[in-house]
């Protein structure tokens, strides 16, 4: 079995810096491109940044600048370091992973719970 879990999460005052981890564990051979998400009240999950196995990242436009996303590959575990936080980032951040469970096995997605972060003040 494979568990992504996340941790980090909580409320802080926009302008305000939160930093989110999430470590996988479980029967893992590969571990590729992982990434975090994120869903708001009444709207779709979307893309928030990647992280390849090699360190290659992708953003999404909102949040480039005030995010950054990172990797431990020794650890099985992505980061991702929020500054500068809006109101409309307030949202349940989930983490993903795309990952090999074994050598001959074609890789599959894999979600955490989610964790929640709200921007208020």
């Known amino acids: 079995q494979v568990q992504l879990v996340e941790s980090g999460g909580g409320l802080v005052q926009p302008g305000g810096s939160l930093r989110l981890s999430c470590a996988a564990s479980?029967?893992?051979?590969?571990?590729?491109?992982m990434g975090w998400y994120r869903q708001a009240p009444g709207k779709q999950r979307e893309l928030v940044a990647t992280?390849?196995?090699?360190?290659?990242?992708n953003y999404a436009d909102t949040v480039k600048g005030r995010f950054t996303i990172s990797r431990d590959n020794a650890k099985n575990t992505v980061y991702l370091q929020m500054n500068s936080l809006k109101p409309e980032d307030t949202a349940v951040y989930y983490c993903?992973?795309?990952?090999?469970?074994?050598?001959?096995?074609?890789?599959?997605?894999?979600w955490g719970q989610g964790t929640q972060v709200t921007v208020s003040s």
């Open positions: 993903n992973a795309d990952l090999q469970r074994y050598r001959y096995v074609a890789p599959d997605d894999y």
């Open positions: 479980g029967n893992i051979f590969r571990l590729n491109t």
């Open positions: 992280i390849t196995r090699a360190g290659s990242t």
